[in-house]
């Protein structure tokens, strides 16, 4: 897991690069990630969470931060819980909401 010593987007990849990259995996729960991602969604990147053992909360606060995806679900993440779902359930929760089941 790299943890970037840098909280600007040049320092992270490059002067210049930012052009060359379209997706961005990170850990929500790192710190100064939440930044990051806002940082890097209006440099119209998308952002998903992945790697990551953030809690259902710490998945809130990303996609709230801008996160829209989901990279390499349960891989190196907490098995769903009932008691903390981590992001699994916060992805699943996500979906729910947004189904009519009413049709």
Known sequence: MHIPSSSS???????????????????PELPEELDLIQ??????????????????????????????????????MNSLHHREPGLPGKIAFQLVQEVDFHR
């Open 9 to 27: 987007v040049d320092g992270i990849y490059g002067s210049g690069n930012i052009d060359a990259i379209r997706i961005v995996t990170l850990a």
């Open 39 to 76: 940082i890097l969604t209006q440099h119209g990147l998308q952002v998903s969470i992945g790697h990551s053992a953030a809690t259902y909360a710490q998945g809130a606060a990303g996609i709230e931060a801008g996160a829209s995806l989901l990279t390499h679900t349960f891989n190196a």
